[in-house]
C-alpha cells in the first residue's frame, strides 16, 4: 500500500495536529506502508528530504514563513496559490499513490480530492477541531470556504476525532456513511509516570497561544487562587503571548506565569507538574491533554464537548465552567490540597488513555480504513 499524506504544516512543526500527521507516518512506515508526505515550504527547510525512511517534499507557498505556521491565517491569495501548487504537484505524483489523506478538511483538501477524482485515487480527509476553531465552523464562516463543500464532500472517506465532530461533519452534509470516528493516539512509553511525587505546586498549560486556548481565564484563576505561592508554566507560542504577558503583569502574577514558549520538551514540563489546566473554548481532540492523562496528571478542562470526551468529571479529572475563573481556581485550589484526590484522578486518567487512546489503536484504525478503500469495502 502506498500512502501520501498531505498536511499544510508538517513535521518538524510541534503544534498539535502536524505532531499527530507525523505521528501517522511513522507508524504506517514501521508497519511496512510506502508513505509519503507533502506539504508547504518553510524558511531554512530543504525542498525535499527524507526523515526516518519518510520523504517530505515541501512545495511553495505565498505569504513565506507567516503562511506556513500552524494556527497562521491565510489570505484568499495565499490559499489559492498553495492550492494550485499543491494540485500542480498531485499532478504529476498522484500516481504513485493508493490514498492521498490530507489533514484538515480546509483548502489543500480541494487540491486532494480534485486529483483523486482526476487520477481515480481514494481521497482521505481528517477535519480537525469543533466548535469556534473546528474545520466546519471555518468552512461556513468563509465565502470562499462555503465555496469548496461541494467538491470536499466527492472524498472517499471523512476522518473525524469525536461523535461532536462526527455531528458536525454530517450536519454540513457529509455522507455519514464515509465519516469513520479515529480518536488521537499516544505512546505511553513516552510519557512515563513521574517515581516521586512533585512537590511543588506547579500547573502546567500546553497550547499555542492563540484566542481560542483561552489562556486569559487560567490567568484570572491563578490571581484568584488561595494557593498564594502556586506557578503556572505555559508551553507554547503564538499570537496571543503579548496580550497574556500584560494581563499577568496587570493582575500581579507576572512573577508566578512563566511563558516558555515553544518547546520540544512537553513531557519534561508535564513531569515538573503537579497538574494540568486545558481551559480551551474549542477544541478537536487534544493531544497535549492526553498526553498529560498519560503522564498520570489531574487534569483540569473547561466544559467543552471535546474535553468531555476524555474527561469525565471527578471520575478522571476535573471540569470547570468554560470561561470561569473562580470556577478553575476553586478546581485547582482542590487538587493542590488534596493528594488522594490528586493521585486518584491521574491514574483514573492514564488508565483511559491506556484503555482507549494508544498510538497503535490509532494506526490501526487507520489501516483498516485504508485497507477496505483500496478493496472496494468502504464504498
Known sequence: MRVLIISLWFYPERSGSPRQSWVLAQGLAQRGVAVSAVTAQRPGLAARETVAGIPIHRIWARGGA??????????????????????VFLCAHAREFDILHVQQGLFPAVSAVL????????????????????????????????????????AAAFIVLTAEGQAEVVGAGFDPARTHIIPNGIDLAAFPMPTQPVAAPIIAHVARMTYEKDHATLVRALARMAHRDAHVQFAGDGPERARIEQLARELGVHTRAHLLGETDRVAQVLANARVFVLPSLGEGMSLA???????????????????????????????????????????????????????????????????????????????????????????
Open 66 to 87: 507567516g503562511f506556513a505556521r500552524a494556527g497562521s491565517r491565510a489570505s484568499y491569495a495565499d490559499a489559492f496559490a498553495f492550492m494550485l501548487a499543491l494540485f
Open 115 to 154: 486529483a483523486a477524482l482526476c487520477f481515480r485515487k481514494r481521497c482521505v480527509i481528517t477535519f480537525s477541531g469543533t466548535g469556534i476553531s473546528g474545520n466546519i465552523a471555518q468552512l461556513t464562516r468563509r465565502w470562499f470556504n462555503r465555496l469548496t463543500v461541494p467538491i470536499l464532500r466527492r
Open 289 to 379: 491533554l492526553l498526553e498529560a492523562m498519560a503522564t498520570g496528571l489531574p487534569c483540569v478542562v473547561s466544559d467543552i464537548p471535546a474535553n468531555r470526551a476524555l474527561i469525565q468529571d471527578d471520575a478522571n479529572g476535573l471540569i470547570f465552567h468554560t470561561g470561569d475563573a473562580d470556577d478553575l481556581a476553586r478546581c485547582l485550589d482542590r487538587v493542590l490540597s488534596d493528594t488522594a484526590l490528586a493521585r486518584r484522578l491521574g491514574v483514573a486518567a492514564r488508565q483511559t488513555v491506556a484503555a482507549q487512546y494508544t498510538v497503535d489503536r490509532f494506526i490501526e484504525r487507520h489501516l483498516a480504513l485504508y485497507r477496505a478503500l483500496t478493496s472496494g469495502a468502504a464504498q
